[in-house]
């Protein structure tokens, strides 16, 4: 046996094999939320930018030959949309925050993250001179006397203070006014993941930081794929520091520049976001009644579309997984190392592919395989 097939053995008698699905079975699992992914609004703008001659391929990284009108014009766009002074298109969320934490913070400075930060930003970690500390989860507290501890133990640089606006797996909502304190207080940068709330919060779905941007110590992520349908990231940032990725970050100097056709359909999915105020009080709506119902079988529910449901061990959340997903729902485990060890769970994501109907069926059989795993 090889270390690979050894390493995978492990990993499946902890319960934690990871496999890729075939999507089946109503959704309750995807990050669709505004339902826009399959929606004919935008195959129609993909239609339009192929029937104008966008490309399908860029052909080389945007410092060569890659750089296209649509990317620019992207740009603009999601500037003046979120309020920032500049931003910047990547292909992904992930790439987009790794190139950020890796590139940004620079040798003597200091980033304080969340416990639960995003993987991309531990992955922007590994490769960052800076120095790196973890905090407990929304405790502003934290953050500020960690940095307090570093400038008395001699800290010179720039703290930059890492979070998630809303976590994607928890369903939690960061406590901003707080950690925007702590940032003027000690000159801090921070570092705001909006993935989640992008398209469903804050005015025209700006996401929770929409007041915050343009502020000279703030960038923000918005990531494409998720309530936007599509995919790709932008980073919404002062002028000089887009500047500074543009010369400095690996991530986006040595990457083919993401497909023209795509900028052109972010275009599109921002300009559908940003009058989709029915879109966003439906799904209230539906994450309205899904609370109510969650709570009626005793089941602690959060205020967003982000329902976690915590049963702790690894294959208790597998086989309640697969218990689900055989009556037809799409749910799937999250386990260890995406979440904290202890406290595996069912992700409930809920989105406009469902309706309340289908949230009543989920909670009822949910209800069901709970009780069964508990006699």
């Given at each position: 046996m090889s270390a690979h097939d050894a390493a995978l053995a492990a990993l499946h008698r902890r319960g934690r094999l990871r496999r890729l699905v075939p999507c089946r079975g109503i959704d309750f699992t995807s990050n669709d939320y505004l339902g826009l992914a399959e929606s004919q609004a935008l195959r129609q703008a993909a239609a339009a930018a192929l029937a104008r001659g966008v490309p399908v391929g860029a052909g080389g990284s945007r410092l060569l030959r890659g750089n296209h009108a649509e990317h620019e014009a992207l740009e603009a766009e999601a500037a003046a949309f979120f309020g920032a002074e500049s931003a910047l298109f990547f292909a992904g969320g992930f790439a987009a925050n790794a190139a950020l934490?890796?590139?940004?913070?620079?040798?003597?400075?200091l980033v304080v993250h969340d416990e639960l930060i995003h993987a991309s930003v531990h992955e922007g970690l590994m490769a960052s001179p800076a120095e790196a500390v973890a905090v407990p989860h929304n405790d502003a507290g934290a953050v500020n006397d960690a940095i307090s501890r570093w400038r008395a133990t001699g800290?010179?640089?720039?703290?930059?203070?890492?979070?998630?606006?809303?976590?994607?797996?928890?369903?939690?909502?960061?406590?901003?006014a707080d950690l925007l304190t702590v940032a003027d207080r000690h000159d801090a940068m921070l570092l705001l993941d909006e993935a989640h709330a992008t398209g469903v919060c804050g005015p025209a779905g700006r996401g929770f930081a929409a007041a915050l941007e343009g502020r000279s110590n703030v960038v923000t992520l918005h990531t494409c794929g998720k309530a936007l349908g599509v995919m790709g990231a932008l980073v919404c940032l002062p002028q000089t520091l887009r500047a500074y990725m543009v010369n400095r970050a690996r991530g986006f100097i040595y990457a083919t520049a993401p497909s023209p056709l795509l900028a052109a359909l972010v275009r599109a999915a921002l300009g559908l976001v940003a009058t989709a105020d029915d879109r966003r009080q439906r799904l209230a709506a539906l994450v309205a009644h899904a609370r109510r119902r969650l709570a009626a079988i005793g089941l602690p529910a959060t205020t967003t579309q982000i329902q976690p449901v915590i049963v702790g061990a690894d294959r208790r959340a597998t086989a309640l997984a697969a218990a689900l997903q055989a009556q037809g729902f799409d749910l799937r485990a999250i386990r260890p190392p995406t979440v904290p060890p202890g406290t595996a769970r069912l992700r409930i994501a809920l989105t406009l592919n469902v309706n309340e109907a289908a949230v009543d069926a989920l909670v009822a059989v949910l209800a069901d395989e709970l009780a069964r795993q508990r006699t």
């Open positions: 934490v890796a590139t940004l913070p620079r040798r003597g400075d800290g010179r640089g720039r703290p930059w203070i890492a979070a998630e606006t809303l976590y994607g797996m928890d369903g939690d909502v960061a406590p901003l």
